[in-house]
């Protein structure tokens, strides 16, 4: 076992003064020696719930620090030990004796997992030493008998289950299947809750329940085969109850729907334990970037309640984030990120708070604080309002009001959650509130049942669960001299079709064996005074905006006569000819080139590609190091070329007109084979010589792939990056359809104030805000609450396109309309 000790210094400037009345009490009754308290922290590997030592640390440390700035009388001293072993029974106990015996200790905090604080919990109760903690989700830690000094701040699994059957019962169902991941020791608790909860409902008589069980994953990790758990489950119920992690859950719903189970017969209650972020999406969340079935899982989710412990979204929590991060860098020299933080994290910072708190009034009273029950006692039957027992302070808690019941455990609220049918977002419709143990449906809100007469599914369906009751009988067959025919045009046409699908095989092999698209770098002519570089847009700005015009695109190409056509604005391309025609020559950073059948299907799918608002692809160098992208030539610049010209405004009229072509084009786009852009920005918006605004840099993501990046990114190329793809590994290659999204309302951003993105122009009431990038970037991965986007003032643009444009960037990406609907949309507004 590894042990660290980290004494938190004392602020004695700083006492609030705000704080309790008892606090101030004893301050003044109490002598002026400072009492040591040394608080051991305990963390072993492998918790069932998402909590690790690299992450709660740094929020101990954080609550140690603000403990002793509030009570000057008090010295916490935080003693973090730890095992890199598995949650073994006896590690954690080794580590707590130890702690015990050779040296002090007046509260343990942790551990997390279950197996280790049922020891810890037992051998503390002996001790009569307190334990605080945001595990221990299990019904056996709720006798008192056993874990005596044992202080809970998590929610409960018996809950979770007992709260699942009010909303059972509501429906009178009374047929039930369990789906289970028996590999996680979380969902194992939770599964065990729900079999004693319905077992003692069933055996007062009073509701019965028919329970089936099905097993997803074994001991050896090896999935079953979900199609065959959820057939079995079928044959005896049509409720099904989830008890799984979000990935294993949506894999599952697919299978569903690839059996049927979306015709409104079927319910499914999924339980989300805490709300997680992985690679950049909500676990929970039907949602995955580039996933060509969102559309099937957005349709099964029609059937699908989740209920959810209820998390902070304060801005306070979003501070403690940046703070543990901190803090996790400067005191352990660990790299965090945001996604990395969950509200276990901020139970945990008020658990420490709490015993503070309760410590304190030990000593105003004059008690022994040595004595752990006691002292647990203090917190027990007591409601803390934001973290603390005191109406003025909820400034200082974490996880809102907390209620530590008379049993010493936390009463947590839970929600039931539906799908908006209008915005795919789960919304709550009804509430358990723990304080007052009371369900309540939320006035206005309704659960959207995909059933034809909009109401709950039946417990048993009408034609019984395997549709062989008596009066569903099927009547006998159709007579032989109709089915013939039948059979034989079925017959003729299958044939049909495989012929066409055998015709479409072969051509495609043919295309794909075609180099039409080769180019060799020696057939490229350079022209001395075109061979320039630059580093913005994959066009040439040949003009110079100099003159205000009034009025469209007429007007702009009016100018042109008076423009001066030297000036040249590329990023890092040269302006070359092939075959006679001026081409923008991109030039790639790839040090080995393999050609590959998806890189020969990328490039058919560029000369597929044919749209007014598209740039188009002319050819591809694939000799390193030599290797270029040949793509059609726009002479006016680009979108950002033409907003960063100070001399030169540009009127409505023109730019909905280039709003306009961005929306044309982008739409389709996503209609298309490349399904989206993923790199959509103000640079690749280019401008031809007619003042049409056409979108370049798209597709051919297999060659991007193999592009050797810069060491340093400069972070302003990400500003039109989604935050869901900040969130990923690697920003630069993410992208998905509502990524563009989000991308083309930054585009308006710059368009509407003619900055660049997140810059706000000065203005009455407003200042211009010079926020670091790396700051800016860091704002939108946490995903504050409300979220971090450029400040635009209504009187700025029209309020229906200010309208679309917060709708576009919309934290969650489901949230965002498609670009079919923003064709719509913008068509009236600018009528």
Not at 494 to 512: A, H, P, R
Not at 659 to 666: A, H, L, S
């Amino acid at each position: 076992a590894k042990e660290t000790n980290y004494s938190v210094p004392v602020d004695r400037s700083a006492l609030i003064s705000s704080f309790e009345n008892a606090t101030r009490i004893e301050n003044e009754t109490t002598d002026s020696h400072v009492f040591e308290v040394y608080l051991v922290a305990l963390f072993v590997a492998d918790s069932e719930l998402p909590v690790s030592q690299e992450t709660t640390y740094p929020a101990l440390v954080l609550a140690a620090e603000e403990a002793n700035r509030r009570y000057e009388h008090i010295n916490f001293n935080l003693v973090l030990k730890n095992s890199s072993k598995s949650c073994f029974i006896n590690d954690a106990g080794v580590l707590a004796a130890e702690q015990y015996y050779l040296d002090q200790v007046h509260a343990f905090i942790g551990p997390a997992c279950s197996i280790a604080l049922n020891t810890v919990g037992r051998m503390a109760s002996y001790w009569n030493v307190p334990v605080f903690t945001a595990g221990g989700i299990g019904a056996e830690f709720s006798d008192k008998s056993i874990f005596s000094t044992l202080t809970r701040l998590s929610f409960s699994a018996d809950k979770i289950a007992e709260f699942v059957i009010t909303i059972i019962k509501e429906f009178d169902w009374h047929h039930l299947s369990i789906l289970y991941d028996e590999s996680e020791l979380s969902m194992t608790i939770i599964y065990e809750s729900f079999v004693k909860i319905i077992r003692r409902h069933s055996n007062s008589g009073k509701y019965e329940m028919h329970l089936e069980v099905q097993h997803l994953t074994r001991r050896n990790n090896q999935t079953v085969d979900l199609k065959i758990s959820l057939t079995n489950a079928s044959r005896v119920s049509r409720v099904f109850i989830l008890v799984m992690g979000g990935e294993l859950m949506r894999e599952l719903m697919l299978n569903a729907y690839d059996l049927g189970m979306n015709n409104g017969e079927y319910v499914f209650i999924a339980i989300e334990l805490i709300k997680q972020m992985k690679e950049g999406h909500d676990e929970f969340s039907w949602f995955r970037p580039n996933d060509r079935r969102n559309n099937d899982i957005r349709e099964m989710y029609k059937s699908l309640l989740v209920v959810s412990v209820r998390v902070p979204t304060s801005r306070k929590y979003q501070e403690f984030i940046l703070d543990v991060i901190r803090v996790a860098k400067s005191h352990f020299n660990q790299v965090l990120t945001p996604i990395s933080i969950n509200p276990m994290l901020g139970a945990f910072y008020d658990a420490l708070l709490m015993y503070a708190w309760a410590l304190n009034q030990t000593l105003a009273a004059k008690e022994d604080p040595s004595n752990g029950r006691k002292v647990a006692r203090k917190l027990w039957n007591r409601m803390f309002f934001g973290g603390i027992s005191n109406k003025h302070a909820s400034d200082y808690g974490l996880t809102g009001d907390v209620y530590i019941n008379a049993n010493g455990d936390r009463e947590s609220d839970y929600t039931l959650n539906d799908m908006d049918p209008e915005t795919y977002l789960m919304q709550p419709v009804a509430t358990f509130y723990g304080f007052r143990q009371i369900y309540e449906r939320h006035e206005g809100m309704m659960i959207h049942w995909p059933t034809e007469n909009g109401e709950a599914p039946l417990d048993v369906p009408y034609c019984g669960f395997m549709g062989d009751a008596p009066k569903c009988a099927i009547p006998a067959g159709f007579p032989v001299a109709i089915m013939a025919p039948i059979l034989s045009a079925f017959v003729l046409l299958v044939g049909v079709f495989f012929s066409f699908l055998l015709y479409k095989k072969i051509k495609l092999e043919t295309d794909l064996a075609n180099n039409w698209w080769k180019v060799k770098w020696e057939e490229i002519a350079f022209p001395s005074h075109a061979v320039r570089k630059s580093t913005t847009s994959l066009g040439v700005s040949e003009v110079s905006f100099g003159t205000k015009q009034s009025s469209g695109r007429q007007s702009m190409t009016s100018m042109q006569s008076s423009m001066n056509t030297t000036a040249q604005n590329i990023t890092g391309i040269l302006v070359g000819y092939y075959k006679g025609i001026k081409v923008a020559v991109k030039q790639l950073n790839i040090q080995q080139f393999e050609m590959t059948r998806e890189i020969l299907l990328d490039l058919k799918y560029m000369r597929d590609i044919t749209h007014e608002n598209l740039t188009r692809f002319v050819g591809l160098c694939d000799e390193p190091p030599n290797c270029a992208l040949l793509i059609e030539l726009c002479t006016r610049g680009s979108l950002r070329d033409m907003l960063d010209n100070e001399a030169f405004s540009v009127d409505w009229t023109f730019k909905f007109a280039m709003i306009t072509d961005i929306v044309e084009g982008m739409t389709f786009l996503h209609s298309s084979i490349i399904e989206y852009h993923g790199r959509l920005k103000s640079y690749n918006c280019v401008i031809d010589g007619r003042f049409v605004v056409k979108i370049t840099d798209y597709g051919l993501r297999s060659i991007h792939a193999m592009k050797i990046e810069e060491e340093e990114i400069n972070p302003r190329y990400l500003f039109w990056t989604a935050p869901e793809h900040l969130r990923e590994k690697d920003p630069l290659h993410s992208g998905s359809k509502q990524g563009d999204v989000y991308s083309f309302a930054i585009i308006l951003q710059e368009l509407i104030q003619g900055t660049g993105p997140f810059e706000a122009p000065d203005r009455a009431g407003r200042k211009k805000q010079n926020l670091d990038p790396d700051e800016i970037l860091d704002r939108l991965r946490i995903g504050t609450t409300p979220p971090f986007r450029p400040e635009i003032a209504s009187d700025e643009c029209p309020q229906d396109l200010l309208d679309l444009m917060h709708a576009c960037w919309a934290e969650y990406p489901s949230s965002r309309p498609e670009f079919s609907t923003i064709k719509s949309k913008l068509k009236r507004i600018t009528k």
